[in-house]
């Protein structure tokens, strides 16, 4: 294996480590607190629960990117 | 875990498993993945219409990072994303009301699930047949490796044909390297998968991808990223018309995305290494494990 690719390949698991420990915290605290509420959109106003659905994947999409780049970018520098 | 919009208990780390297995294949073969999602939300015991609307809505969010990838890498026409998405809602639009019209009848599980087994048995044998014959075909070429990203299909004289019909209007596609093709053969290709796609969940990449290929004659790399780039305007509609029918649990849908992220960046990255016939050739197990799958919890009734 490379040195370059070696180097990738460690940032890339600690990027994965951090990042678990993000999502796990998201679980706990995000996913609880909006659980109920969803729940209750989902039932009773469908038209309000679908815009909210797509509106949360989209933001959930491009917030998680955003992350993932900037640590793998941090942690890129740091091993060159 | 409880998800009380879909009244399931489910171990969130399998459903980010799931989801970083599907994120690695979207990024790289420009799928949704939902051969394998539906499916695997099927073993949990999550009734067809929940899986197939819960999918899409993870769809959308992956597909807004791999498509955003694959367009810094010039992946992406545009123009052909835009013609197909309009297409594609159509189609989405007729699957949902298929799914609608089964869960009325009280059928839905049966009729698609074996569906499922025909439509991703009969791409996996058609994929296998035509990349390998590529492969063997234009052996001594790509092994010179001056090439690294060649493009070349055993159906190609197929594809010739079919730009050549001339059915009015025309369009030209010069990001895609096409000069001339109806629009009507682009919808077509557009509306079939669009039906999939609302009949048996995700982005139906499964069917769009290899038929922007051996239909519409685009080079892989840029069906995949195209692909990606009409499924986050279709699964967007798809999305919200499955849950206004009630066949959306988006707490699962983020859950699978957060593991989908991950595997996207991988995906994308691993197509830069791999020729057009090469990708064609691995995608064949992928619709395979999903007949494993269905059949195994159509047969046996399981659930985990």
């Known amino acids: 294996m490379k040195k370059s690719d070696a180097k990738s390949l460690r940032a890339f698991a600690i990027e994965l480590a951090i990042y678990a420990v ?26 309000l629960y ?19 780049t900037l640590l793998f970018r941090i942690l890129r520098r740091r091993w060159r | 875990m409880f998800f009380p919009i879909s009244h399931s208990y489910i ?5 980010v498993v799931v989801g970083f297995l599907i994120g690695i294949l979207g990024g790289f073969f420009g799928v949704g993945g ?23 809505a993870h769809i959308v969010g992956k597909s807004i990072v791999a498509a955003r990838h694959h367009r810094t890498l010039g992946n992406v026409d545009l123009k052909l994303g835009l013609i197909m998405a309009i297409g594609t809602i159509g189609g989405a639009e007729g699957g949902a009301q298929a799914i609608q019209a089964l869960k009325r009848a009280g059928n839905v599980n049966t009729v698609v699930s074996w569906v499922a087994i025909v439509v991703y048995f009969s791409i996996s044998i058609f994929m296998l047949w ?25 159906f190609g004289p197929v594809t010739k044909r079919i730009q050549r019909i001339r059915i009015w209007p025309m369009v030209s596609l010069p990001t895609s390297g096409i000069q001339e093709i109806s629009l009507w053969i682009i919808l077509v290709v557009a509306v079939v998968g669009g039906f999939f796609s609302g009949f048996l ?20 790399h840029l069906a995949v990223g195209t692909d990606l780039f009409e499924i986050v305007i279709s699964a967007s509609y798809g999305t919200f018309t499955h849950a206004i029918k009630g066949n959306v649990d988006i707490l699962i849908a983020l859950v699978m995305h957060t593991g989908a992220v991950i595997g996207a960046q991988i995906g994308v990255v691993a197509t830069q290494y791999f020729a057009g016939p090469k990708i064609r050739l691995a995608f064949v197990p992928l619709p395979l494990i999903g007949v494993a799958i269905v059949l ?3 047969l046996t009734g399981h659930k985990l």
């Open chain 1, 22 to 47: 993000l999502v796990t915290a998201y679980f706990f605290l995000v996913l609880h607190l909006l659980g109920d509420w969803l729940y209750r959109l989902e039932t009773q106003h469908r038209v």
């Open chain 1, 50 to 68: 679908a815009v909210v659905a797509l509106l949360l994947i989209a933001g959930q999409a491009v917030v998680l990117d955003a992350i993932t």
């Open chain 2, 11 to 15: 171990n969130p780390l399998y459903l």
């Open chain 2, 34 to 56: 939902s051969f394998i999602a539906g499916p695997a939300l099927r073993l949990l015991g999550i009734d067809w219409n929940y899986a197939v609307g819960t999918d899409l």
């Open chain 2, 130 to 154: 035509e990349s390998q014959k590529t492969l063997r075909s234009h052996k001594g070429r790509s092994q010179n490796a001056a090439e690294p990203k060649a493009d070349h299909s055993a």
């Open chain 2, 201 to 220: 969940g995700g982005g139906a990449g499964y069917i769009r991808m290899p038929s922007m290929v051996y239909v519409l004659g685009i080079p892989t």
């Open chain 2, 296 to 298: 195994y919890t159509l």
